[in-house]
């Protein structure tokens, strides 16, 4: 095959937003002069040199306010970048909201057809469509009434029914994805995978890093507007996770550069929770002896490796957590399988339920793999004293002087 | 194109050879306002569609639905008739001083209803500005769609009111309505691109404006004749005066619909005034366009 097709391409762009607080005729008069005071410059991104190619489904992730929604708005050609430039080429639809444009007072039908034509469709292609459209929001029974009566989920079904039947070739979606009931999400998803096998380019924001690792072949990790990491979806997943902030690093300019060795990888075969005979149990009593059991696989040599340990309560909340690293246990080079064992002598778990997460660091301490409740025990409950925590309480009156 | 199915090859070939384009509106000068024309006239299907939306949602659920937007100018009309026109005898020199009235309102009402309106247009429409990408002279342009519309309706009932007085006569100076409806169109959507952009980032912009239309309404001789001013100014403050795009529009239409020999004093040679007002009024309209465009890379992000 020769060199991919781009449909887009970004050169050095960077996006500044000032951030005003006086915004009346009055405010700016009175301050006037001393403007720099009442502005304050915040760069939502920085030298972002991106290239997307056709048939590509790429994941933005990164925390809230790294300039993700930003860097999809600047493709879609909503905001115009502070500089540099954006360039794109074939039909484009952006679902960054459902429903933007619909008009509460006009009926579903009415709707259908004015969506559908600010997304760029001639009303004789609607007419194509409608049928699909509505059958594919599923609403029949009520195309004809007024939007501003339809429950959130069905203004949400014929919005996105409507932004997936316009046949573009590049689809923004911006966080949209998880909205419906799951039999609609299921349908939603589904759509987006004929897309991709259709050959589209899809551009996806998320929060799900599941969504990432299922459906994106590239993902680029965003931190304060900068690029910082782009590539393969599993190892981004692991940079977002393992908190980029221990490797990523700033130079002056606030440019960013990426020192993770990419590319590690593990994977954490099984946890299970132990008795101090080696048996696996679930029920424990307060003061057992507890040792958590951890299969770890190596899919690429680990020249340094750790594992942590959490027990969190069902409301998330830590109970206690440990990792190899806090405990100076040194593991020699790993490749293949190891089995790690935490023992926790004499545990004082108050009653209740416990969860157990085991996540595996790499050679930078960077995440590789996590076990999120991967395993659970429980401790039966006293009846003296309640809590996470136990503690042989007591109580009695004091003599009175 | 919709209806085919393409391979991904297929598709990626197209692609291939698809033009790249500026994301959102960029260029410069001319070549920038052909790409808007342009963009703007390959979602004209759109214009219409918002046209109607704005119509449609103004007056929904009431029961008279369109006649509510004649209650207004037929109101103003009663008022400026009997409280100006007999209790303080403005009528008086004045023939057929209902028509008069009427004639002069009814252009006027179609620049005010495109500038205020219009002024509101982007922030209105804020939903769509900031998720959807469209060319955003759309959103004013949509207003001026159905601020003609209240104005054809208007327009209607004073040409069939100027018939029935009789005031209404075939011949050239009909056309003096073209010029006065040209004048107001592009003065009025040369305002209502720049003030719809700057309301974004000054909010203050659209209390304003309604001070400025009440202002400009009783600043041109829509209930009074220009008579009665010509005495008042220097000749130099008169011409000015008259010069004032709004003044020549309504002169206009009550030379073509209340008297044809120009017996408001409208100044004879009105249609070269209007054709030059209206070549200015172009260029300011090219220059709004400008404007337009430079402001509206940052309306997403200011609203």
């Known amino acids: ?401 | 194109m919709a209806v085919t199915e393409m391979s991904p090859a297929d598709r990626e070939s197209s692609l291939a050879q698809a033009p790249w384009q500026d994301a959102g509106a960029t260029g410069t000068l001319f070549r920038g306002t052909v790409a808007s024309i342009s963009d703007i006239w390959q979602r004209r299907e759109l214009l219409g569609m918002l046209t109607r939306r704005e119509l449609k949602s103004r007056y929904k659920d009431s029961t008279l639905g369109f006649l509510w937007s004649l209650a207004r100018p037929l109101t103003q009309l009663l008022i400026y008739y009997v409280v100006v026109g007999q209790f303080l005898n403005a009528a008086r020199g004045i023939d057929n001083f209902a028509v008069y009235i009427f004639s002069g309102l009814t252009i006027y009402t179609l620049f005010s209803e495109i500038i205020q309106t219009g002024t509101g247009a982007i922030i209105v429409n804020s939903g769509l500005v900031k998720k959807v990408y469209l060319p955003r002279e759309i959103f004013p342009l949509a207003t001026i769609g159905s601020a003609l519309f209240n104005f054809f309706i208007q327009f209607v009932i004073l040409v069939v009111a100027a018939l029935i007085i009789g005031t209404l006569s075939f011949g050239p100076h009909l056309l003096y309505a073209v010029g006065a409806l040209g004048v107001v169109l592009i003065y009025g959507t040369a305002l209502a691109l720049i003030l719809s952009a700057v309301n974004v980032f000054l909010r203050d912009v659209q209390y304003i404006v309604e001070v400025v239309l009440l202002l400009l309404m009783w600043g041109s001789p829509i209930v009074y004749s220009l008579k009665a001013v010509s005495g008042f100014f220097p000749n130099w403050l008169l011409q000015i005066y008259i010069d004032n795009p709004v003044t020549l529009a309504v002169l206009g239409f009550q030379d073509a619909f209340w008297s044809p020999n120009g017996e408001g004093g409208s100044p004879p040679d009105l249609a070269l005034r209007m054709l030059l007002i209206g070549l200015l009024g172009i260029v300011i309209l090219f220059g709004a366009q400008r404007l337009f465009t430079r402001l509206s890379g940052n309306f997403a992000q200011e609203l």
């Open chain 1, 1 to 401: 095959m020769t060199s991919p097709v781009h449909v887009v391409q970004l050169n050095d762009v960077s996006k500044r937003f000032v951030v005003r607080k006086d915004n009346s005729i009055k405010e700016r008069i009175v301050n006037f002069g001393r403007g720099a005071r009442y502005r304050e410059d915040f760069w939502a991104l920085r030298n972002i040199d991106i290239d997307i190619s056709s048939g590509s489904t790429v994941g933005l992730i990164g925390p809230n306010g790294s300039g993700k929604s930003t860097l999809l708005k600047a493709i879609g050609g909503i905001i115009q970048p502070t500089s540099g430039s954006v360039q794109r080429r074939g039909r484009m639809a952006a679902l960054l909201e459902l429903g933007a444009g619909f008009h509460q007072d006009l009926t579903g039908r009415e709707n259908v057809y004015l969506n559908a034509s600010i997304l760029g469709l001639s009303r004789k292609q609607t007419d194509v469509h409608f049928d699909d459209i509505v059958e594919f929001s599923g609403i029949e029974n009520f195309i004809d009434t007024q939007v501003k009566f339809y429950s959130s989920g069905m203004y949400v079904r014929l919005a996105f029914a409507v932004a997936v039947h316009v046949d573009p070739d590049l689809l923004l979606v911006d966080e949209v994805l998880a909205v419906g009931d799951e039999a609609f999400q299921r349908k939603c998803l589904d759509k987006i995978r004929s897309f991709q096998d259709e050959g589209r380019t899809i551009v996806l924001v998320t929060h799900s890093l599941n969504q990432v690792t299922e459906f994106c072949n590239r993902a680029i990790v965003l931190a304060r507007g900068s690029v910082v990491f782009d590539g393969d979806p599993v190892d981004a997943v692991s940079v977002l996770r393992s908190g980029f902030e221990a490797t990523y690093e700033a130079d002056a300019t606030g440019h960013g550069r990426f020192k993770q060795p990419a590319g590690e990888r593990g994977k954490i075969a099984r946890v299970r929770v132990l008795d101090h005979a080696g048996a696996e149990r679930r029920e424990f009593s307060t003061g057992d002896d507890l040792f958590v059991e951890v299969d770890v696989e190596a899919a690429t040599p680990l020249a340094t490796w750790a594992v942590g340990l959490h027990i969190d309560n069902p409301l998330g909340q830590l109970v206690t957590g440990a990792t190899s690293t806090s405990l100076d246990a040194d593991f020699p080079r790993l490749e293949g399988n190891a089995r790690v064992r935490f023992a926790l002598p004499k545990a004082n778990f108050g009653g209740g339920e416990y969860g157990v997460t085991v996540a595996m660091f790499g050679s930078e301490n960077q995440e590789i793999a996590r076990a999120t409740d991967g395993a659970f025990f429980s401790i039966a409950p006293h009846t003296r004293s309640w809590g996470p925590l136990f503690t042989d309480v007591s109580v009695g009156l004091l003599p009175s002087k």
